[in-house]
């Protein structure tokens, strides 16, 4: 295949019939179609913010009416959490308000940016303060806490916003928080610093009232680094560093990914994009989403549901004549990745000093640790640090000859740049503990899973990390479908669930492009059965591959019986 032609992706999306209505704006006009859209038209969302300040706030959750709590308020980055004690089996029987507590998760909109150390201390005080002593690392590389009242939320924006971060837009129909390589700038084997380019775009439009109806989320990546580092193929938009023979250094565009319960790895346009063109393409391909995008139905509305409708030509001809007035040039596809996307262990800056990334257990941190984290970090001689999209933690800027004290300090917060293969690749979601939608535990399951494989497999050598992503419900948060086991939470009968995705993964060293795993038919796992399951087809993996054939690789060709 030519470099130029865009690459055609596998997909379980399917768009609606021909003839039915979609909701798109630039073909059927504005008229809301569902009560989501109705709520958006009445006025911006993002207005919530002056009620939380002079009402909510001081008249506590009960004036809060439903279309601000449950809908507008995600425009702030808040969500109500689960109420503790309701059943699993309720979750898809009770309606958000039975299912809701009076408490909130709060996400924090990082945009990938590397962090100094008056943020990550207000980050970490804000959590030691507000939040139960709770802050996650999410696979978006954002910040979330949970236990936040109403009646803080003031507070808690007013010190985020004395070292310039947000909540806005960090959820809802809205630019969500864009993913960006998390060595931008300093990596030594960098194609092109996108720091300028994302900072660029989310001045120019977070928070612009052009893109705050959108018809559902729109999830943006941008990286320059040879490692592919910010999972580009299931974001709506992404920008991936490559180098024109003409041009120079620039972005491959690539659009229409996301997974969910139907997963759609995205595709490339053959653009090539240049540093100064990209705040206005990406506003380009936002535009087409809001214009174009479909709002009757909710599972419906998102970019890679008008991508299997219209393609990748037809995408790129509107955008290039309805939306940009001009052409793009073409542009190389990026090359095969090169070094590990997770950044984790003591990596070489351009400037002769380390970053060193370490792996927090499926992203669970706390406000204490981060407040830790501040410390070891300034003690090393650096004044940064920058999440990962796989739930890491990275320390920028150390000294050589501190690496060894710094590692070894954040070993006693529980954090390591050396961790075993599952704790290194082990991702999981929110899960039953907090979040409305799940129906099974996740984070707790997942260390316990990864403490008792490390004890039943020390006795092995695996040639790489195996993935293991692990998710409450079908929606996919922590990326089943692209993980080596990727594990749905269900309700399976009477019981609790795990249907089993085997051999999926994104473009890295050990593959050359994106796919999908393959589900194993009728095998359902409980929770007391996962860490026995693991240890079987990894076990399995080990005795029946073939040369270096990865689990993966293995996984897609093996009989059934042999995953199971």
Known sequence: MNQHTPTPAPSRVRPPRQGQSKGQWAVEGKTPLNHNEEFKAEHNPLEVRQRIIDVYSKQGIESVPDDDLHGRFRWLGIYTQRKPGIDARSTSKLDAGELSDKYFMMRVRIDGQQLNLDQVRVLGGIGVDFARDTADVSDRQNVQYHWIAIEDVPEIWRRLESVGLSTTEACGDTPRGFLAS??????????????????????????????????????????GHPSLDVVHEINDISFVGVEHPELGAGYDLWVGGGLSASPRLAERLGVFVSPDDAVEVWAAVCGIFRDYGYRKLRTKARLKFLLAEWGAEKFRQV??????????????????????ADHVGVGEQKDGRNY????????????????????????????????????KLLVLDVDPDKVDDLVAGMEELGLTAKPSPFRRATMACTGIEYCKLAFVETKGLAAQTIGELEQRLDDVELPRPISLNINGCPNSCARIQIADIGLKGQLAGDEFAFQVHLGGGLASQERDEAGLGRTVRGLKITAAELPDYVERVTRSYLSNHEGDETFAEWAHRAEEDALK
């Open 182 to 223: 998390p060595v931008a700038g300093i990596a030594a084997d960098e194609i092109i610093d996108p720091t300028p380019t994302a900072k660029a775009i989310a001045e120019r439009w977070i928070g612009d009232p052009q893109f705050t109806n959108l018809p559902r989320k729109f999830k943006t990546a941008i990286t």
């Open 319 to 340: 955008l290039q004549d309805e939306y940009l007035h001009r052409e793009l040039p073409d542009g190389p596809a990026p090359a095969k990745a090169v070094g590990d």
């Open 356 to 391: 060193v990334g370490f792996a927090p257990t499926v992203g669970r941190l706390s406000g204490t640790i981060l407040n830790g984290v501040a410390d070891l970090a300034e003690a090393a001689g650096s004044g940064r640090i920058s999440f990962t999209p796989h739930q």
